[in-house]
């Protein structure tokens, strides 16, 4: 069975700290996709990034950037010069390739960003 | 393009009772999945459908729900005799194709209340 763990559960920063929000994640597949979700105050679920096991090159986008490291199992996600709109609850999670792409979740993180 | 629709967007019932709740994915999406989520929590498989079969129903916590999508689109979501631990919000979510880590379009979820 796939396992998510976000052991932090709150994070609270002022606008224009750097933040970052950990993931470690276990499964026995050596082949699987790693994702993050933003969900906002709104509730609905935003794609921000999916991760393929083969490609650990670590990724930026804008503010955001993540570390993928398969020799510790984790998938941690960094943002920069954090803003009031990145609060929201962030969501680490793992699906196998294969058939069924079921996603499974981490608890989740609330970020709150103060101005 | 329109994304996932959900209704209705909340819903508040009785104890005992059965109730409906509706997903309408993104056009042309083939695979189909509902999840719950609980206070607090990450969203939690429930079911997947890969057209018209439910290609994976793992996730459904006993015979009181059932899920259909008879033509392959819209999908119900069937709850009998409601429960207090339903209460959660029922998300639905879309992806081109059920496999290979394809990203997963979320819709805005339905509140259930069961009083």
């Known amino acids: 069975a796939q396992k998510v763990t976000q052991a932090q559960t709150e994070i609270s920063v002022v606008e224009k700290e750097d933040v970052t929000l950990d993931c470690v994640y276990e499964?026995?597949?050596?082949?699987?996709?790693l994702f993050w979700y933003k969900q906002p105050p709104s509730g609905e679920l935003v794609f921000l990034i999916r991760?393929?096991?083969?490609?650990?090159q670590n990724e930026i986008s804008g503010r955001y950037s993540w570390n993928f490291q398969k020799s510790t199992s984790s998938f941690n996600f960094t943002i920069t010069a954090s803003q009031v709109v990145d609060s929201a609850v962030y969501f680490c999670a793992l699906s196998l390739t294969g058939a069924n792409s079921k996603l499974t979740f981490g608890e989740g993180i609330t970020l709150s960003v103060r101005p | 393009g329109a994304g996932v629709s959900q209704t209705p967007s909340n819903k508040v019932t009785e104890k005992g009772k059965y109730v409906e709740l509706r997903c309408d994915p993104i056009?042309?999406?083939?695979?189909l999945y509902w999840y719950r989520q609980s206070l607090g929590q990450g969203p939690e498989f429930l079911i997947y459908?890969?057209?018209?079969?439910?290609?994976?129903d793992s996730g459904l916590p006993n015979d009181r729900f059932f899920a259909v999508r008879p033509e392959g689109s819209v999908s119900t979501l069937k709850i009998q005799r409601t429960e207090r631990g339903d209460s959660a919000v029922y998300l639905c979510?879309?992806?081109?194709?059920?496999?290979?880590?394809?990203?997963?379009?979320f819709g805005p979820g339905t509140r259930l209340t069961v009083l």
């Open positions: 056009s042309g999406h083939t695979a």
């Open positions: 459908f890969q057209g018209t079969g439910a290609a994976d």
């Open positions: 991760r393929n096991s083969f490609d650990e």
């Open positions: 979510a879309s992806s081109l194709m059920g496999d290979f880590g394809n990203e997963q379009f």
């Open positions: 499964t026995r597949d050596t082949t699987y996709y």
